[in-house]
């Protein structure tokens, strides 16, 4: 738990360089840590959560195959980013099929679907996918260029390296959309804040209005080192202090969703640290 004290002076204290290098690893990390996390509970449950699947799919033949072998790979990719073997492709590649299922599979079923498509409050499964898939492309562009395989890239993997650059934008996306619902539910996710910190609402409009200008900000590349970094550290706080005895206090229910929200938690703050660190690379190379 100290951690989310002290890395923020861990960072300010280091070089440039090293500043870039814990950023991008933390994020790295935090990010393989959540994928394999929500793989093991697609493997636990037979079932996939929310933000992987709409809630209604049980139509999919061999449910259960598919619930064991995408938790198995998931698990798998989360290994490979944090022990960076093989995790610039895992990344591409995760990150594409998290896109692929955002596109052609949340996107018409919330549309023709669901009844209340209209309320944005409903898309928040379908934009914690969009956010992990920017995740994948922002972490497949913070390793260096595999120079050596260059010519005998496939077309598939030359398109998902050409979509690299919008993954900072899918992550804001939803930080922003995020932002708005905590205006528009001002009430429900003041609930959410623990009992033991006063004036709920309060911190409920300072979170809304700091994922909307750090989403913002991080489209427009303006002040992106600190405040992406300030973004990973208050995502990392509402982990700790918020998720994580939520997801303990009810672990074993609705097939453990407030777990699933913890992971996408630690991801979205390890995507934010790595979207700093490359700013502070790409500053430190000019």
């Keep these: 738990m100290a951690f989310c004290f002290i890395l923020p002076g861990i960072i300010a204290n280091s070089s440039p360089e090293n500043q870039m290098e814990k950023l991008i690893k933390t994020g790295r990390v935090f990010y393989g840590i959540a994928m394999a996390g929500v793989g093991f509970q697609q493997i636990s449950y037979a079932d996939f959560p929310a933000m992987i699947l709409p809630p209604l799919h049980p139509w999919i033949p061999g449910l259960h195959f598919w619930a064991y072998f995408s938790g198995a790979a998931l698990m798998a990719s989360g290994a490979a980013i944090i022990f960076e073997k093989k995790a610039k492709i895992t990344s591409l590649a995760l990150g594409g099929i998290l896109l692929a299922l955002f596109c052609f599979y949340y996107i018409p079923y919330e549309i023709i679907v669901d009844p209340y498509y209209n309320y944005l409050g409903d898309w928040t499964d379908a934009e914690k996918e969009l956010a992990l898939s920017g995740g994948g492309f922002v972490i497949a562009g913070s390793f260096p260029e595999e120079k050596d395989i260059a010519p005998n890239k496939s077309f598939l993997r030359k398109l998902l390296e050409g979509i690299t650059p919008f993954g900072g934008i899918f992550f804001s996306i939803t930080m922003i959309s995020f932002g708005i619902d905590h205006f528009l539910y001002t009430k429900h996710v003041a609930l959410l804040v623990p009992s033991w910190i006063p004036h709920p609402v309060f911190w409920t409009y300072f979170a809304a209005v700091a994922l909307i200008g750090s989403g913002t900000a991080i489209i427009l590349k303006f002040k992106l080192k600190v405040i992406a970094t300030l973004l990973g550290t208050m995502i990392f706080l509402w982990f700790i202090f918020l998720h994580m005895p939520r997801a303990i206090a009810n672990l ?12 996408s938690a630690l991801a979205f ?18």
Excluded at 274 to 285: D, S, V
């Design 252 to 263: 074993f229910i609705d097939t453990g969703s407030e777990l699933t929200s913890a992971f």
């Design 269 to 286: 703050s390890g995507i934010a640290f790595i979207i700093a660190g490359e700013m502070k690379w790409r500053e430190t190379n000019l």
